[in-house]
Antibody, heavy 122, light 106 residues
Framework: QVQLQESGPGLVKPSETLSLTCTVS?????????WGWIRQPPGKGLEWIGS???????YYNPSLKSRVTISVDTSKNQFSLRLSSVTAADTAVYYC???????????????WGQGTLVTVSS | DIQMTQSPSSLSASVGDRVTITCQAS??????LNWYQQKPGKAPKLLIFDASNLEIGVPSRFSGSGSGTDFTFTISSLQPEDIATYYC????????FGQGTRLEIK
């Protein structure tokens, strides 16, 4: 059973960089599948941020692309999200997730982390 | 981006009722459409993928249909544990989600 767990600061100051890590257990990231980040502002809907393959290939939402970096550390079986120049609009629950089939970054997400709330405030 | 229009935004129904949610894509997405259930404080859960395929372990009262631009999600007999928000998601292109349907018990 694949399990994902997000970790990182719960409070980030405006204009700074949000950094989160997703630790995967029960499966080796280097074995395949695509791994992604999705966020949900309080009381609102879901927004895909971006995804990566274990090889390091990345795919980003164009609306966030200029500020987002997703990277992988296969030795730790982790992948990470960095979002720069944050504002209050980036306050959200951030989820990491994995795709179902492993053929494309744009697939159903079948395993999700529990989510972590990140608040942007001074 | 492909826009997903989900309706209704909220729905109140009684236990045992048949419940239907629709999702319309702004362009043809074939059958690249998923449905998720999200309970308060929890991560979304994949229920249906590729428009009509039930995820393993999901009760058979949940079903999905459609192709192209128009899709339907149905709960054949609403149970108390089905209270949640439901989202459609397309993956023909960059993944996008519908705005969600909040389902309540009447």
């Amino acid at each position: 059973q694949v399990q994902l767990q997000e970790s990182g600061p719960g409070l980030v100051k405006p204009s700074e960089t949000l950094s989160l890590t997703c630790t995967v257990s029960g499966y080796s990231i280097s074995s395949g599948y695509y791994w992604g980040w999705i966020r949900q502002p309080p009381g609102k809907g879901l927004e895909w941020i971006g995804s990566l393959y274990h090889s390091g290939s990345t795919y980003y939402n164009p609306s966030l692309k200029s500020r987002v970096t997703i990277s992988v550390d296969t030795s730790k079986n982790q992948f990470s999200l960095r979002l720069s120049s944050v504002t209050a609009a980036d306050t959200a629950v951030y989820y990491c997730a994995s795709t179902k089939f492993g053929y494309s970054y744009a697939e159903p997400f079948d395993y999700w982390g529990q989510g972590t709330l990140v608040t942007v405030s001074s | 981006d492909i826009q997903m229009t989900q309706s209704p935004s909220s729905l109140s129904a009684s236990v045992g009722d048949r419940v239907t949610i629709t999702c319309q894509a702004s362009q043809d997405i074939s059958n690249y459409l998923n449905w998720y259930q999200q309970k308060p404080g929890k991560a979304p859960k994949l229920l249906i993928f590729d428009a009509s395929n039930l995820e393993i372990g999901v009760p058979s009262r949940f079903s999905g249909s459609g192709s192209g631009t128009d899709f339907t999600f149905t709960i054949s007999s609403l149970q108390p544990e089905d209270i949640a928000t439901y989202y459609c998601q397309q993956y023909a292109n960059l993944p996008t989600f519908g705005q969600g349907t909040r389902l309540e018990i009447k």
